[in-house]
T-cell receptor
Framework: RKEVEQDPGPFNVPEGATVAFNCTYSNSASQSFFWYRQDCRKEPKLLMSVYSSGNEDGRFTAQLNRASQYISLLIRDSKLSDSATYLCVVKRGSGYALNFGKGTSLLVTP | NAGVTQTPKFQVLKTGQSMTLQCAQD?????MYWYRQDPGMGLRLIYYSASEGTTDKGEVPNGYNVSRLNKREFSLRLESAAPSQTSVYFCASRRGHTNTGELFFGEGSRLTVL
């Protein structure tokens, strides 16, 4: 079983819609969680870290459920510019490696 | 603001040829990483270097070698390229091993092995 799993999508949503992505991780020792965004043929960039109490950054809300080993990303009022692939990233408490999910593709249409 | 710089950006090799991908960061980061990204497979860690002078295997190290030349530079070498190594390679760096440290990526190197 892959350490980080995501629904690959694609998610096609109209502008203004709310969309949610889910991610599960298999290693209960994982301690750090992130969402990265990757535009087509570009490098991944950090979108936001995910904190235990949940956190929000503008239209983006991230949630963590340690008991279920589940992370989510909610995007409200989708914009055309939100079209990208969203990567769930998990780091174990020890060690240096960050493990990436395969990504969820989002296409926001006019 | 250079950040993480990778060279070359594109390369075509024949099976059996060797090459080195170069990576340099100017952010004084301690940790550096090499990932490969293939369609449907996501990003997979090849090797990483927690600090100058140390390197460790990641998820898919076979067929690759790395050198942490100094704090700035981390190179990836393919000794005898195979078609299965056709991929997009990303170098990344991170300040340290703290849990909140952001990973910064280079623009990627697109390698085709014929």
């Amino acid at each position: 079983r892959k350490e980080v799993e995501q629904d690959p999508g694609p998610f096609n949503v109209p502008e203004g819609a709310t969309v949610a992505f889910n991610c599960t991780y298999s290693n209960s020792a994982s301690q750090s969680f992130f969402w990265y965004r990757q535009d087509c043929r570009k490098e991944p960039k950090l979108l936001m870290s995910v904190y235990s109490s949940g956190n929000e950054d503008g239209r983006f809300t991230a949630q963590l459920n340690r008991a279920s080993q589940y992370i989510s990303l909610l995007i409200r009022d989708s914009k055309l510019s939100d079209s990208a692939t969203y990567l769930c990233v998990v780091k174990r408490g020890s060690g240096y490696a960050l493990n990436f999910g395969k990504g969820t593709s989002l296409l926001v249409t006019p | 603001n250079a950040g993480v710089t990778q060279t070359p950006k594109f390369q075509v090799l024949k099976t059996g040829q060797s090459m080195t991908l170069q990576c340099a960061q100017d952010m004084n980061h301690n940790s550096m990483y090499w990932y490969r990204q293939d369609p449907g497979m996501g990003l997979r860690l090849i090797y990483y270097s927690a600090s100058e002078g140390t390197t460790d295997k990641g998820e898919v190290p076979n067929g690759y070698n790395v050198s942490r030349l100094n704090k700035r530079e981390f190179s990836l070498r393919l000794e005898s390229a195979a078609p299965s190594q056709t991929s997009v390679y990303f170098c990344a760096s991170r300040r340290g091993h703290t849990n909140t440290g952001e990973l910064f990526f280079g623009e990627g190197s697109r390698l085709t092995v014929l």
